[in-house]
Every structure is written in C-alpha cells, then in structure tokens.
C-alpha cells in the first residue's frame, strides 16, 4: 500500500523542531506530543496527522514531535499524497484549512478572520502549486 506503517517508542523523537517532515504522517494509535523547546503545546491523538507542512508547503516544523506513549503513524510519501489530491481536490481545501487552523496554535495573537482566510488561500496556492492541481471546473 501507499501507506508505511512506523512505531515509535514511549519518549521517541518523531520530528524535530526546525527540521522538515517530507511525508504526510497520520496517528494510528498512542498519543503524540507537539512541543515548543521543551515547552507542550498541544497533544495529537488517533485521526490527527503532521508533517503536512513540509510536504505540501516545503516548510519546517515549528514544533518538535514526541511520542507520549508507544505510537503507530502511517506515513504516506508525497507521490501518494499527490495522487490521492489529484482525485480529490476538496482535500487539497480541506489540507489548506487545516495549515491555518495549525499556523495559529501556540500563537496566543488571535489571528484576525481575514487575515487567516487570505493565509489559507496562500497555502492552498503553495499546495496546488506543488501538486500542480488546478480544480477542474467543468464537473460543477
């Protein structure tokens, strides 16, 4: 499948901050902590998924990953994560939504509406570019 199954150990680094996760993971099973220096941010559990922001976007973590408990992730490569956009442009939307959503966690600076939805239209032209999908609008 295009999905590679990875397990981490309790207290497993995962990613580091600074670095850049080149593949979607997606959280299986255990928990994962998002960390700022050795501050938590916030907690990943099962259905979560990281490392998008390298993939889509080509950028670095802003957040070391740390396994809480034992952890299963499906890492999934970015031909796959193309091919699997190139089906299903809504996911590219959904994909971009959620880098936003992301890029205000940990920044206690309440990110005005607009500013958010122009960065999610940013990010989505990042995503697309990379990918090279353009909505076919045809099927509408």
Same mark, same amino acid.
């Given at each position: 499948?295009?999905?590679?199954?990875?397990?981490?150990?309790?207290?497993?680094?995962?990613?580091?901050?600074?670095?850049?996760?080149?593949?979607?993971?997606?959280?299986?099973?255990?928990?994962?902590?998002?960390?700022?220096?050795?501050? *938590? +941010?916030?907690?990943? !559990?099962?259905?979560?998924?990281?490392? #998008?922001?390298?993939? $889509? %976007?080509?950028?670095?973590?802003? @957040?070391?990953?740390?396994?809480?408990?034992?952890?299963?992730?499906? *890492? +999934?490569?970015?031909? !796959?994560?193309?091919?699997?956009?190139? #089906?299903?442009?809504? $996911? %590219?939307?959904?994909?971009?939504? @959620?880098?936003?959503?992301?890029?205000?966690?940990?920044?206690?600076?309440?990110?005005?509406?607009?500013?958010?939805?122009?960065?999610?239209?940013?990010?989505?032209?990042?995503?697309?570019?990379?990918?090279?999908?353009?909505?076919?609008?045809?099927?509408?």
């Amino acid at each position: 499948g295009v999905a590679r199954k990875r397990v981490f150990g309790v207290g497993g680094e995962i990613g580091r901050e600074g670095t850049t996760i080149g593949s979607l993971m997606i959280v299986r099973a255990g928990i994962v902590i998002m960390k700022k220096g050795d501050d *938590e +941010i916030a907690r990943l !559990a099962p259905g979560d998924f990281f490392g #998008e922001e390298g993939l $889509l %976007a080509g950028r670095k973590e802003k @957040h070391g990953l740390q396994a809480l408990t034992r952890v299963t992730v499906f *890492e +999934i490569d970015q031909t !796959a994560v193309a091919s699997l956009l190139r #089906e299903r442009s809504e $996911l %590219a939307e959904d994909l971009a939504l @959620h880098l936003a959503n992301r890029d205000a966690i940990g920044e206690n600076s309440g990110v005005p509406t607009i500013q958010q939805e122009r960065r999610r239209l940013d990010l989505l032209d990042a995503i697309r570019s990379i990918f090279r999908i353009h909505r076919d609008y045809s099927k509408l």
